[in-house]
C-alpha cells in the first residue's frame, strides 16, 4: 500500500516538473537553441538551486546577480547569445501567461462563465 502511494507520488512529481519545464524549453527551441526536455529539467534544477543559494548569501545585491548567473547559465548550456538568453527568459513568462489565458478561456466555456465578466 505505501509503494503505490510512492509511486504515485514519484509520478505526479515528474510530470508537474515536465509541465513546469515546457515553457522554458518552447522559448529556447523558438529561439534556435540547443536542448531537450531533460536537459531544459536539469537547467531549471540547477539554476534553482544556485538561484537560491546566491540571493540567500548576497542578499542585497544576490537577485541581480543570481539572475546573470542564471543568463549566464542559459547561454552556455543552450548555446544561445546574451541577448536570446534574456529573451528566453521573458518568453517563458510569456507562454506560461498565455497557457493560463488558454487554460481559463477552456475552463470558463466548459462551466459557462466568460473570462471577461471576471476581468
Known amino acids: 500500500m505505501a509503494l ?5 507520488s514519484i509520478m505526479v512529481l515528474l ?8 515553457p522554458l524549453y518552447f522559448a529556447v527551441k523558438f529561439l534556435g537553441g540547443k536542448t531537450t526536455i531533460l536537459r531544459t529539467l536539469f537547467v531549471m534544477f540547477i539554476t534553482g538551486i544556485i538561484v537560491s543559494a546566491v540571493r540567500y548569501r548576497f542578499r542585497i545585491w544576490g537577485s541581480i546577480i543570481a ?15 546574451w541577448w536570446k538568453a534574456f529573451v528566453a527568459w521573458v518568453l ?26 471576471i476581468l
Open 67 to 81: 539572475f546573470l548567473l542564471m543568463i549566464w547559465i542559459y547561454r552556455e548550456i543552450f548555446r544561445l547569445k
Open 92 to 117: 517563458q513568462f510569456v507562454f506560461i501567461a498565455i497557457a493560463y489565458l488558454l487554460l481559463a478561456l477552456i475552463i470558463g466555456a466548459f462551466i459557462g462563465i466568460s473570462i471577461f465578466s
Open 4 to 8: 503505490s502511494s510512492l509511486l504515485v
Open 15 to 22: 510530470v508537474v516538473m515536465i509541465i513546469s519545464a515546457l
